[in-house]
């Protein structure tokens, strides 16, 4: 009888950021909360689960989020609580209880980290994903919806992805809605037999979302249903209209898409999204748009929203990889003396900023210049007995192969001129 272990892998859904991934992770992160500071955004960060109902009142009952995907559970004190499958209603629910829109301060805030829907796994779509996350709270005025996707814009442009289009259309408000939701839901009742189960079931709970299905066939049927711009009041035609001309000024080119309705009860007015052919069939980068009910809704401020999100795993697909290497220092140490040297520098050296690594095996010359190949490193330091005596060690730039002997000065100066 075999006695051997099994394994405990990953759960179905999640994957481990390995460290040779997680630079790139970092590399893009900063690059995000970077642009988000220059458009006067700050920080915030909220608990990983929330009460149930917080998501539920936000996101709607009726959601697909809601009715299939959340991992809800009862703790020990009898709560049902639900790891956030988004992030909006926590953002609005963190606004409310501390008071953050009586403070003077700008309501822009930004969020990076894990979300959690449970959902058919496949490429790019994890059951534990991650998301990059903006809210603007308390603006009325079309511009700053045209301010965002211009900064959605910026972030792509900063990160090098090419291949995107802009995707925007209105969903209107709760005055001007339930005239589009009569008109559309009569229209698909006219083609229940044609649509999927699941459409069926949207028909009476939200018509609206007909429109996230990923079926052809339904697809194609929704293309001939009513479109809700045509249903627009004359306080959502002109935001609308204002949204654009605001796009245009910026010279960002756009598509106006009918049937961009978001999956979330809480839109109103402005929807966008972003989108990459390189995605394939879910080719959304980025989406999001203005939700003026929400606080309101919350028993908060009667204070507007607008905002959109990420999902990191879908953009870090499209982010070329770096092409320049950082500078990293592989320090090649022959014997004791030479080891305590190298630890010594080494240390100098990190205090100008530049990555050094020192490694305490018992390695040949060799074998040690093996590894720092492997590694990937710019530049080795080589240190032995002779160079500890003389106060010079060996400095070889590893892409060209060029070896000379330096001073500790001088190769304190050296890297204190590369960073």
């Given at each position: 009888?075999?006695?051997?272990?099994?394994?405990?892998?990953?759960?179905?859904?999640?994957?481990?950021?390995?460290?040779?991934?997680?630079?790139?992770?970092?590399?893009?992160?900063?690059?995000?909360?970077?642009?988000?500071?220059?458009?006067?955004?700050?920080?915030?960060?909220?608990?990983?689960?929330?009460?149930?109902?917080?998501?539920?009142?936000?996101?709607?009952?009726?959601?697909?989020?809601?009715?299939?995907?959340?991992?809800?559970?009862?703790?020990?004190?009898?709560?049902?609580?639900?790891?956030?499958?988004?992030?909006?209603?926590?953002?609005?629910?963190?606004?409310?209880?501390?008071?953050?829109?009586?403070?003077?301060?700008?309501?822009?805030?930004?969020?990076?980290?894990?979300?959690?829907?449970?959902?058919?796994?496949?490429?790019?779509?994890?059951?534990?994903?991650h998301q990059i996350d903006i809210e603007v709270f308390g603006e009325k005025n079309?511009?700053?919806?045209?301010?965002?996707?211009?900064?959605?814009?910026?972030?792509?442009?900063?990160?090098?992805?090419?291949?995107?289009?802009?995707?925007?259309?209105?969903?209107?408000?709760?005055?001007?809605?339930?005239?589009?939701?009569?008109?559309?839901?009569?229209?698909?009742?006219?083609?229940?037999?044609?649509?999927?189960?699941?459409?069926?079931?949207?028909?009476?709970?939200?018509?609206?979302?007909?429109f996230d299905c990923k079926i052809e066939a339904c697809q194609e049927i929704a293309?001939?249903?009513?479109?809700?711009?045509?249903?627009?009041?004359?306080?959502?035609?002109?935001?609308?209209?204002?949204?654009?001309?605001?796009?245009?000024?910026?010279?960002?080119?756009?598509?106006?898409?009918?049937?961009?309705?978001?999956?979330?009860?809480?839109?109103?007015?402005?929807?966008?999204?972003?989108?990459?052919?390189?995605?394939?069939?879910?080719?959304?980068?980025?989406?999001?748009?203005?939700?003026?009910?929400?606080?309101?809704?919350?028993?908060?401020?009667?204070?507007?929203?607008?905002?959109?999100?990420?999902?990191?795993?879908?953009?870090?697909?499209?982010?070329?990889?770096?092409?320049?290497?950082?500078?990293?220092?592989?320090?090649?140490?022959?014997?004791?003396?030479?080891?305590?040297?190298?630890?010594?520098?080494?240390?100098?050296?990190?205090?100008?900023?530049?990555?050094?690594?020192?490694?305490?095996?018992?390695?040949?010359?060799?074998?040690?210049?093996?590894?720092?190949?492997?590694?990937?490193?710019?530049?080795?330091?080589?240190?032995?007995?002779?160079?500890?005596?003389?106060?010079?060690?060996?400095?070889?730039?590893?892409?060209?192969?060029?070896?000379?002997?330096?001073?500790?000065?001088?190769?304190?100066?050296?890297?204190?001129?590369?960073?």
């Amino acid at each position: 009888m075999s006695s051997k272990k099994k394994q405990i892998a990953a759960i179905k859904g999640t994957k481990d950021i390995l460290p040779q991934e997680v630079r790139k992770w970092q590399r893009v992160e900063a690059k995000a909360k970077g642009i988000f500071e220059l458009y006067g955004y700050r920080e915030i960060r909220t608990p990983i689960f929330e009460a149930t109902e917080l998501f539920e009142k936000g996101t709607g009952q009726t959601s697909d989020i809601v009715t299939k995907e959340m991992y809800s559970f009862v703790d020990k004190g009898g709560r049902s609580l639900t790891l956030r499958p988004e992030y909006t209603p926590s953002i609005a629910r963190s606004i409310i209880e501390n008071g953050l829109h009586l403070q003077p301060q700008p309501l822009r805030f930004y969020f990076i980290g894990p979300m959690f829907r449970y959902d058919k796994p496949q490429k790019g779509r994890y059951r534990q994903f991650h998301q990059i996350d903006i809210e603007v709270f308390g603006e009325k005025n079309p511009a700053i919806d045209a301010e965002i996707v211009e900064m959605a814009d910026f972030l792509c442009d900063s990160l090098n992805i090419t291949d995107k289009r802009i995707l925007v259309n209105s969903v209107g408000c709760r005055l001007c809605r339930p005239a589009y939701h009569r008109d559309l839901k009569a229209s698909a009742e006219s083609r229940r037999d044609e649509l999927c189960s699941d459409c069926q079931r949207k028909i009476e709970t939200n018509p609206l979302r007909l429109f996230d299905c990923k079926i052809e066939a339904c697809q194609e049927i929704a293309q001939e249903f009513p479109k809700i711009t045509g249903y627009l009041c004359p306080e959502c035609d002109e935001h609308f209209r204002k949204f654009r001309s605001y796009l245009d000024l910026y010279g960002i080119k756009y598509r106006l898409e009918p049937l961009l309705v978001r999956g979330l009860d809480y839109y109103t007015k402005t929807t966008f999204e972003i989108i990459s052919s390189k995605l394939g069939a879910q080719d959304s980068i980025l989406g999001g748009g203005r939700y003026d009910d929400m606080m309101k809704d919350f028993g908060g401020p009667d204070i507007c929203g607008t905002g959109f999100a990420v999902g990191m795993e879908r953009l870090l697909s499209l982010v070329p990889s770096e092409e320049k290497p950082d500078v990293f220092v592989y320090f090649v140490t022959m014997g004791e003396e030479a080891r305590r040297a190298g630890m010594e520098l080494a240390r100098a050296i990190r205090r100008v900023g530049v990555e050094c690594l020192i490694e305490y095996k018992d390695r040949s010359l060799r074998n040690q210049m093996s590894r720092a190949d492997k590694l990937g490193a710019t530049w080795v330091l080589i240190l032995g007995e002779d160079e500890v005596d003389q106060g010079v060690y060996q400095l070889k730039r590893m892409e060209s192969g060029e070896q000379k002997t330096c001073s500790r000065e001088e190769i304190l100066k050296i890297f204190s001129e590369s960073t």
